[in-house]
Each structure stands twice: as structure tokens, then as C-alpha cells.
T-cell receptor
Framework: EPEVTQTPSHQVTQMGQEVILRCVPI?????FYWYRQILGQKVEFLVS????????KSEIFDDQFSVERPDGSNFTLKIRSTKLEDSAMYFC?????????????FGSGTQLSVL | DQQVKQNSPSLSVQEGRISILNCDYT??????FLWYKKYPAEGPTFLIS?????DKNEDGRFTVFLNKSAKHLSLHIVPSQPGDSAVYFC???????????FGAGTRLTVKP
């Protein structure tokens, strides 16, 4: 069964550094998402992406965050200057599109630790 | 932001019995609800969904009930199996809105 893959599985970085989290969505999917889950808290929506542009973003997704689909297969989340509170599990997800209320397929996540 | 609430952080059930996981929401504009299951070290996986035009949806051992007037939904698993032990997230969205809101999750433990 096709799956969403995320790399790396763990990322440790120093505060103030830039990180790029990578995702390969399912190949025929058109909608892409990033969510995060801070330890012990709920899964939070960050951003959705369709047709090479952001379709929606939450209040969490401020100017230090950006997303890109550089080559038609990868979908990346960049955090420009990481803060301690960015430490979380980041999940990429994709969906076929058409119906925005469809089920999403999630990757296994990247655990980001900001020191 | 507490638009979707799962007030029980954990639930323990004996194998073979029914598991009932509850979810409440505050946004009356939500019209689509989903349940995701999450095992450790894995991303959430879709389990079952329901549109607001229905009050029940069944898929094998899993049934979701929606009570719009109470802004409440529940997931029933019967019979429960040890492999069902996981964290269950309730999620909700509005039509044409990609911002799906998740509850905090309920950790279900099914004991053999």
C-alpha cells in the first residue's frame, strides 16, 4: 500500500538554526499538509498546500515557517530560526483532493528537538 | 483552541467488551468528523468518518455515532481486541476547509 514517507525520523538542532523537514507524499495525491504534536498535547494543523501554493495556514504557521514542493515529489517544511518551543513531532499528510473532508494519509513523523 | 475535546485521556477495557470513546465539539460549522488511530512511533491512520447528514456510520467492529444537537460523537469498538490498543484522535472540519482540528486523543488499552 502506498505511504507517506518522512525524513529524518529524528532531528536535533540548536536554537536559532534552520531546519528542513522532508516528506514524500503519495504520488497521485494533490493536497499536502503539515501537522505537529508537542509532547503530551494534541495534533495541531500547521498548513495545507495545493497547486504549488498554501491554501490554508494556522496561527502557528508564522513567518519563520515556509513550505515548498521543489521537485514534484518532495514536500518540505522549513523552520528558519528554531525556538525551543518548536520541539515537537511533525507529521506530513497527503490526500487525493476534490473532497476536502477526505481522509488523510499521515507519515510516521519527524521528531524535532531544539536544544 | 478547544474546538474539539476528548475529555478522557485514557480508557481501559477488557478484551471482548465494548470500547466507547467520546468526543465533543464547540464549532457548529463542523460538518465532517473523523477518527484516527495512532500507534507509538507511527503517524495517525484513518479509521472511520461521518458526515453531519448522518447520525451513524458502521464499518466492521467500528461504529461512529453523531449527535449534532449535543455536539457530541462517539466511537464504539465491539468486540475490543488487544490490537486496538492505541491512541484515538477525534477530528473535525468544515466543508471546504482544510484546517482539520484534532482532539487531544484518548489512549485505549484493551487487556487480554
Amino acid at each position: 500500500e502506498p505511504e507517506v514517507t518522512q525524513t529524518p525520523s529524528h532531528q536535533v538542532t540548536q536554537m536559532g538554526q534552520e531546519v528542513i523537514l522532508r516528506c514524500v507524499p503519495i504520488s497521485n495525491h494533490l493536497y499536502f499538509y503539515w501537522y505537529r504534536q508537542i509532547l503530551g498535547q494534541k495534533v495541531e494543523f500547521l498548513v495545507s498546500f495545493y497547486n504549488n501554493e498554501i491554501s490554508e495556514k494556522s496561527e502557528i504557521f508564522d513567518d519563520q515557517f515556509s513550505v515548498e514542493r521543489p521537485d514534484g515529489s518532495n514536500f518540505t517544511l522549513k523552520i528558519r530560526s528554531t525556538k525551543l518551543e518548536d520541539s515537537a513531532m511533525y507529521f506530513c499528510a497527503s490526500g487525493k483532493g476534490g473532497q476536502t473532508n477526505e481522509k488523510l494519509f499521515f507519515g510516521s513523523g519527524t521528531q524535532l528537538s531544539v536544544l | 483552541d478547544q474546538q474539539v475535546k476528548q475529555n478522557s485521556p485514557s480508557l481501559s477495557v477488557q478484551e471482548g467488551r465494548i470500547s466507547i470513546l467520546n468526543c465533543d465539539y464547540t464549532n457548529s460549522m463542523f460538518d465532517y468528523f473523523l477518527w484516527y488511530k495512532k500507534y507509538p512511533a507511527e503517524g495517525p491512520t484513518f479509521l472511520i468518518s461521518i458526515s453531519s447528514i448522518k447520525d451513524k456510520n458502521e464499518d466492521g467492529r467500528f461504529t461512529v455515532f453523531l449527535n449534532k444537537s449535543a455536539k457530541h460523537l462517539s466511537l464504539h469498538i465491539v468486540p475490543s481486541q488487544p490490537g486496538d490498543s492505541a491512541v484515538y484522535f477525534c477530528a473535525a472540519s468544515e466543508n471546504n476547509n482544510n484546517d482539520m482540528r484534532f482532539g487531544a486523543g484518548t489512549r485505549l488499552t484493551v487487556k487480554p
